[in-house]
């Protein structure tokens, strides 16, 4: 299958670590040339960086914060001039809060107003800024293709992270109104939905639960960050001629993971 990826500028953002990673090398696997965020790992990204290179793609390491939203055009400046435009956008950077995904024991009227407003702003109102800093140069070339990372938070919902939840789920609309607004420019819009995914970003999980998550899915396997990476990488590509405005699952989304006091 021809990707059509070959010397294609695709910004993927969050790529440090985790799935962002993943997708990275996936795409410089593909001959891509991939711009890597990070927000405060430059070393990380780095490593990342070396790793599309020697997969056979190009890269390049920008900034992006998206409780900074002014890093986030500052980013995709930095790529058009480097590359003179940007084909894809894999919209993966994620504000959790704190140091890791949010502490599902937490009742919901004890998460302060806040923190709503700063995970919204992050997570939605900053996976919306990047679409607006990539789509004049995707217009611009009559072809473009977005991949916003949502979650399986957002449909099965937890105790705790209403916020992140409620951010994530936002996405799906927004890809039903830019499949509409972005399909007459030849912009494909779409959103992968992973579930419990096994990263080198999480912590270490003992193996009980792995095991009792992978039986609850229809493969009794569960994702790691590879298996979403190819998903993302057909959805960004030439590949994918008209899919659009879609929620594409994983196999990890039927599982739910244990619900600490609930």
Do not use: C
């Not at 919204?120 to 916003?148: E, K, Y």
């Not at 979403?228 to 599982?255: M, P, Y």
């Amino acid at each position: 299958m021809d990707t059509g990826l070959k010397d294609r500028v695709v910004l993927v953002t969050g790529a440090s670590t985790g799935i962002g990673a993943a997708t990275a090398r996936a795409y410089g696997a593909e001959g891509a040339r991939v711009a890597i965020t990070y927000r405060n790992n430059p070393q990380k990204a780095e490593k990342v960086a070396a790793e599309v290179e020697a997969a056979g793609g190009q890269a390049l390491v920008v900034r992006l914060d998206l409780e900074e939203l002014s890093t986030v055009e500052q980013a995709a400046t930095t790529v058009i001039e480097h590359w003179g435009g940007i084909d894809v956008l894999v919209a993966n950077a994620v504000r959790w809060g704190g140091d890791g995904p949010p502490d599902p024991s937490i009742r919901f009227e004890d998460v302060p107003l806040s923190e709503w407003e700063a995970m919204i702003n992050a997570n939605l109102v900053g996976a919306a800024a990047q679409v607006r800093a990539v789509l004049p140069s995707m217009r611009a070339r009559g072809w473009g293709r977005i991949v916003l990372i949502s979650s399986s938070v957002a449909e099965e919902g937890v105790p705790g992270p209403g916020p992140y939840g409620t951010a994530k789920s936002g996405l799906y609309g927004m890809a039903r109104s830019l499949a509409w607004e972005g399909g007459r420019d030849g912009i494909l819009v779409n959103v992968v939905a992973p579930g419990f995914t096994l990263t080198d970003s999480r912590p270490n999980i003992p193996q009980f639960v792995t095991d009792a998550l992978a039986a609850a899915t229809p493969s009794r396997r569960l994702s790691d960050s590879d298996d979403v990476a190819r998903i993302i990488v057909f959805l960004g590509s030439g590949a994918n001629g008209n899919l659009t405005g879609e929620v594409v699952r994983d196999g990890s989304s039927a599982a739910r993971a244990p619900h600490i006091g609930g």
